[in-house]
């Protein structure tokens, strides 16, 4: 676990990290609640407003409520980055802090991320940044060296655990020296040859999480980072943006790409043209890929990109598989335009047609009644 700390904290430019938050958004309350502790030893009360911008996920905001905070939304501008002359518009002496995500849901390295945390620290807040895409930057770039005070990973995405069904998630949380004594107990000392915990830090926070976190899932990011060894890591990174590009590249062909640059590890497609001129919505899309035996992408999010189709091919595709994956969308492109019946009554080859989504997230029913 010590190993484990020290290699996430070499990754991230950081100078601490705690292994117990079970998955990112326990990651992301744990760094804001070490934000919150901060300005309360300060004597900067006043300090109640998170900043997010407006292409976060929707944890965040979530998570700035659950930690006692009014979120302030920033904008994108038109290259789908900070606004940075909105940012100052919503900067103030009430700011705590910001939450941002680089690389962003939109798959786009923020240019201006060293101006931004600049930003914030003069008016007296600290950077949160939720590093659910370090698969894309990892070996290459360290939030800790462009102004990133406290982050978490997404140890599934980034360093191969399970997630969800097949989990459980895990969501270290890495900062700075200065937050160090509010990061979560027990902490791992070494001493010599010798490790122990060391329960008696006073200013911390307290326990995240039961144990000492998912400790199941710590052994196999370790494993995984001590497999591929810092070029490896460094290589997985150039893989990913690889490859999402490439498909960028062939899909772009038929489909109007949100932000049509060099994108990162992910890209988001904007189907309003079809929607538009056929009546063939981002979901009746995902809801023929299944006729394919592809399960569909993330759709309608980020939420401003109305008709968003989110696709992350990841390091580990092939090219065959990745031509493979555009031919069924461009496919389903020609559909559209031809048939567009054939995609709005999709899928055809599944035992059950469409659902009631918004009953099945209202009332879910996780219980398998066939398996006695």
């Known amino acids: 676990m010590w190993s484990l700390e020290r290699m996430l904290a070499e990754i991230s430019g950081m100078d601490a990290v705690t292994l117990q938050p079970a998955a990112g958004a326990q990651g992301e309350l744990t760094g804001l609640l070490l934000i919150r502790s901060h300005h309360q030893e300060q004597k900067q009360d006043q300090r109640n407003q998170i900043l997010i911008p407006d292409s976060a996920h929707g944890t965040n905001p979530a998570t700035a409520t659950l930690?006692?905070?009014k979120t302030v939304s920033v904008k994108s501008d038109e290259r789908g980055g900070i606004d940075l002359e909105d940012l100052k518009s919503k900067l103030s002496d009430k700011t705590a802090g910001m939450m941002i995500t680089n690389p962003s849901t939109l798959g786009l390295f923020e240019e201006n991320i060293q101006a931004i945390a600049d930003?914030?620290?003069k008016a007296g807040g600290l950077v949160y940044m939720d590093g659910a895409n370090m698969n894309a930057i990892q070996g290459k770039a360290r939030p800790g060296d462009f102004g990133i005070d406290v982050m978490h990973f997404n140890l599934h995405k980034t360093f191969s655990t399970p997630h969800g069904g097949g989990g459980p998630g895990s969501g270290p949380v890495a900062c700075k020296k200065f937050l160090e004594p509010y990061l979560p107990v027990p902490r791992?000392?070494?001493?010599?040859?010798?490790?122990?915990?060391?329960f008696g830090q006073p200013k911390s926070i307290g326990k995240m999480k039961a144990f000492w976190g998912n400790i199941g899932m710590h052994i196999r990011a370790y494993t995984y980072i001590r497999f591929h060894g810092p070029e490896g890591i460094r290589r997985n990174a150039e893989h990913?943006?690889?490859?999402?590009n490439y498909l960028m590249s062939l899909l772009k062909k038929r489909f109007k790409v949100a932000y049509p640059r060099l994108c990162m590890h992910e890209f988001v497609i904007d189907n309003t043209p079809y929607a538009k001129k056929t009546g063939v919505r981002t979901l009746d899309m995902a809801k023929r890929l299944l006729d394919f035996n592809y399960h569909p992408p993330t759709i309608y999010f980020p939420l401003i990109v109305h008709e968003a189709m989110m696709i992350e091919p990841?390091?580990?595709?092939?090219?065959?598989t990745l031509d493979a994956f555009a031919a069924a969308l461009l496919t389903i492109a020609d559909e559209a335009k031809n048939d567009p019946e054939k995609v709005k009554t999709a899928p055809h080859t599944m035992p059950v047609k469409r659902l009631n989504e918004v009953k099945a997230a209202k009332e879910p029913i996780v219980r398998c009644y066939t398996c006695g």
Do not use: C, P
Not at 188 to 198: A, L, N, T, V
């Open 67 to 69: 930690s006692g905070y």
């Open 119 to 121: 930003l914030v620290h």
């Open 188 to 198: 791992i000392q070494k001493e010599g040859s010798s490790y122990r915990f060391d």
């Open 240 to 244: 990913a943006v690889l490859n999402a």
């Open 314 to 320: 990841t390091e580990t595709e092939s090219r065959e």
